[in-house]
Each structure stands twice: as structure tokens, then as C-alpha cells.
T-cell receptor
């Protein structure tokens, strides 16, 4: 079984500051890991994913995440926050190829201060 | 390519009624998954269909059901609605690993 823990339900950052969202997972098999973003009244948009290979993954809108197996973590970062980054972010895990069941974390709401 | 579409976008029902939600996946995608999103429980997996067969199922009561048609379009049905079924229902379609989500159907049960 897979599960995801996101540390911090709310994060507030200043425009131009580092954004760091924490995600830890548990999985009985090598997992596939994802970060999604959700804007109000919209569906989920994929920011980035880790399946195999390079552990530092770059995504859209300047986000990146690093898969650390020893720490069972997949933290999301962006060097410089923009007002448009204000949204809710979800970390998710799936068991692997051909199993599309996603288990989501509780989400982290990001507020960006001018 | 057109994205995942869901209809209707908003729905208001009363307790005891039933409801059917529709999802049209991205062209060529054969897998469709459904998720329920609520403030209290977050995002929870309902079920996944692949080539008209339910391939995976979450931990929801039998009142929640779904099906997939030969053109990959999918519907989910909730019978005997309860107040707790009020939620955003999200559909996602997949070709390989990546799931693409639709905008969701907001169901309100009064």
C-alpha cells in the first residue's frame, strides 16, 4: 500500500523567495511520484513526475523536485516565487507502471505575499 | 488536442436521488479514473476503467458505480445520495504513466 504525507497545510512566502513544499511517502514497491497543482475551481495540473532514472526532476513553471529514496522524500522547490504560484499543491504516489491508482497527500496551500 | 471534459460542471441534488456524471477522455487514452475531492477526506480514488473493464477500485460503498464505453467515454453513478456525497468529482485519463485531469463536476446534495 502507498501513502503520502505533506508537511504543512499552509505555506506563506514572499514574492521572489524560495518555495519549499515537503512530501514523504511510504510504498512497498518502487513508487512513481507526482506533484500536481490545483487552482480554485479547476482540476489538477501535473507539475512534474518521477518514474525512474535521474532523481532530480524538472517540471513546468520553474518547479523541480528531488527523489531521495533513503529519506523516502520527494520535496518540491521553486527558487523564486511568483504571485501566480498561489494555489494548492498535491503530492501523489502510484505503485508503478500499469497501475494508475494515485494516492494523494492532504495538500499544501501556498500564499504569495507581495 | 482537446483536454478531458466533464459534464455537467455543477449539479444540485437532494438526498435519496441518484446522479450520473460523464467524462470524455483525451483522444487515444484508454484509461479513465475517477476521484472524489472533499475538504475533510481530500482526494480519494474511486475506480479506474481500461478498455471497458474496471481495473481498479477504491474503498467506496456499492452506491458508487461506473462504466466505460467502447469510445473510452466514462460515466459514474451515485445512487441514494447522502449529504456526505457532496464533493468535487474529478475524472482523469491516461495513456501511460501521466494522468490528465478534467475540471471536475461539483455535486451538492441538499
Amino acid at each position: 500500500a502507498q501513502s503520502v504525507t505533506q508537511l504543512g497545510s499552509h505555506v506563506s512566502v514572499s514574492e521572489g523567495a524560495l518555495v519549499l513544499l515537503r512530501c514523504n511517502y511510504s510504498s512497498s514497491v518502487p513508487p512513481y511520484l507526482f506533484w500536481y497543482v490545483q487552482y480554485p475551481n479547476q482540476g489538477l495540473q501535473l507539475l512534474l513526475k518521477y518514474t525512474t532514472g535521474a532523481t532530480l526532476v524538472k517540471g513546468i513553471n520553474g518547479f523541480e523536485a528531488e527523489f531521495k529514496k533513503s529519506e523516502t522524500s520527494f520535496h518540491l522547490t521553486k527558487p523564486s516565487a511568483h504571485m501566480s504560484d498561489a494555489a494548492e499543491y498535491f503530492c501523489a504516489v502510484s505503485p508503478g507502471p500499469n497501475d494508475y491508482k494515485l494516492s494523494f497527500g492532504a495538500g499544501t496551500t501556498v500564499t504569495v505575499r507581495a | 488536442k482537446a483536454g478531458v471534459t466533464q459534464t455537467p460542471r455543477y449539479l444540485i441534488k437532494t438526498r435519496g436521488q441518484q446522479v450520473t456524471l460523464s467524462c470524455s477522455p483525451i483522444s487515444g487514452h484508454r484509461s479513465v479514473s475517477w476521484y472524489q475531492q472533499t475538504p475533510g477526506q481530500g482526494l480519494q480514488f474511486l475506480f479506474e476503467y481500461f478498455s471497458e473493464t474496471q481495473r481498479n477500485k477504491g474503498n467506496f460503498p456499492g452506491r458508487f458505480s461506473g462504466r466505460q464505453f467502447s469510445n473510452s467515454r466514462s460515466e459514474m453513478n451515485v445512487s441514494t445520495l447522502e449529504l456526505g456525497d457532496s464533493a468535487l468529482y474529478l475524472c482523469a485519463s491516461s495513456l501511460e504513466v501521466e494522468q490528465f485531469f478534467g475540471p471536475g463536476t461539483r455535486l451538492t446534495v441538499l
